[in-house]
């Protein structure tokens, strides 16, 4: 099973930026990745996505303001986000595209002034 660490959340002020990672416990060179959050009250949402031949999708929430990518040889993948807004405010996942893996504790994100 391949366990996820999260990190890289924190307070941000509106418009800011922030830069999330996410080691994986294994290989993930086959899977696709994603970047997921769970707002207050909220279902959990895929904000971003990143197939094995490294194409990119994004939910229109944060398209144009959300930058996914992966590092294979470090099992790792990122999410940079800029102009951030008060509705980023999340706990962010990241988990293979049909979230076949353990899911870790997630990075807080709090976009507040």
């Known amino acids: 099973q391949v366990h996820l660490v999260e990190s890289g959340g924190g307070l941000v002020q509106p418009g800011g930026s922030l830069s999330l990672s996410c080691a994986a416990s294994?290989?993930?060179?086959?899977?696709?990745m994603g970047w997921y959050r769970r707002a207050p009250g909220k279902q959990l949402e895929l904000v971003a996505l990143?197939?094995?031949?490294?194409?990119?999708h994004y939910a229109e929430s944060v398209r144009g303001r959300a930058i996914i990518s992966r590092d294979n040889a470090l099992n790792t993948i990122y999410l940079e986000m800029h102009s951030l807004k008060p509705e980023d405010t999340a706990v962010y996942y990241c988990?293979?595209?049909?979230?076949?893996?353990?899911w870790g504790q997630g990075t807080q994100v709090t976009v507040s002034p």
């Open positions: 294994k290989s993930i060179i086959r899977y696709g």
């Open positions: 990143i197939d094995t031949e490294r194409s990119t």
């Open positions: 988990n293979s595209q049909y979230s076949q893996f353990t």
